[in-house]
């Protein structure tokens, strides 16, 4: 790190530690105080700020959700598809449900789209998802 950025980030963090104290000792009281002599509406600034950092959130909701997009486009469709027997992944779902040790203990609940059964691509999805989540493994499968 050149002695320009090492000192432009010394110069930032103490500027961050000073507003950090200035915010700490302020009152409500005091700022709508300061707020009201600068010709400014303690209503208005409380809008303007709301409204400035839900613009934050959202601009770092749309990054995260575009790099998540990015590496699920990215991924080989082959990486995720293994061919495993559907009877075998019913049997060992359900038996690693009823076992307290395994899924259940582990708080894993499931739904169904319609309210009762899975389709053969649900199944084979959890299961992979499961896989991936490190809550199982092939091994599992063994009668």
Do not use: F
């Not at 899924?103 to 499931?110: C, T």
């Not at 789209?113 to 809550?135: C, F, H, P, Y």
């Amino acid at each position: 790190m050149s002695a320009k950025t090492s000192d432009r980030l010394a110069k930032a963090s103490n500027l961050l530690h000073a507003i950090v104290d200035e915010a700490e000792e302020i009152t409500p009281e005091n700022a709508g105080e300061e707020l009201l002599a600068c010709g400014i509406e303690p209503g208005e600034a409380v809008a303007a700020t709301r409204a400035m950092a839900s613009e934050l959130l959202a601009q770092s909701k749309k990054r995260r959700l575009g790099a998540a997009q990015r590496a699920v486009a990215a991924r080989q469709p082959e990486d995720r598809l293994v061919q495993r027997d559907l009877g075998a992944i019913s049997r060992a779902l359900a038996r690693l449900a009823s076992h307290p040790a395994t899924m259940a203990g582990k708080r894993i609940a499931l739904a169904y789209r319609n309210g009762k059964t899975q389709s053969e691509q649900d199944v084979m999805s959890l299961w992979q998802d499961l896989i991936d989540l490190g809550a199982v493994s092939d091994d599992d499968l063994v009668d």
